[in-house]
């Protein structure tokens, strides 16, 4: 569940950053790639402190993933990915909340799941 919600306000962010780009403002998803790197930041400092195995190691899954965010947010920026619609962003595995079926989505290019 933590790793869903991680990845529907990853998809969140990134949409919002895009968007930006879309409107001339370049340093959109630069401003995603921050937020990302501080996060990370907070979880390396948690995982430093006491925890036990168990939660240690779900804390060290949740690293792994929002590493691999943070590593396509630097693919997206160094492509010049600049709207919603550019390949690079599509090909993403894209988590959505959907209000209207209280349920998540998943969708990548044009395929979409119901979580």
């Given at each position: 569940?933590?790793?869903?919600a991680?990845?529907t306000?990853?998809?969140?962010d990134?949409e919002k ?5 879309e ?44 590493v ?48």
């Amino acid at each position: 569940l933590l790793i869903t919600a991680g990845q529907t306000s990853w998809t969140v962010d990134c949409e919002k950053g895009l968007a930006e780009c879309e409107k001339g403002n370049r340093a959109g998803m630069r401003t995603v790639k921050k937020k990302q790197v501080s996060m990370l930041n907070k979880y390396a400092e948690m995982v430093r402190g006491q925890m036990s195995k168990l939660n240690r190691n779900k804390v060290v899954a949740i690293i792994t993933i929002e590493v691999h965010a943070r590593d396509v947010i630097d693919r997206m920026i160094k492509v010049g990915t600049t709207y919603l619609s550019d390949f690079e962003w599509m090909s993403q595995l894209r988590f959505y909340w959907d209000k209207d079926i209280d349920d998540c989505l998943i969708k990548q290019n044009q395929s979409l799941f119901v979580y």
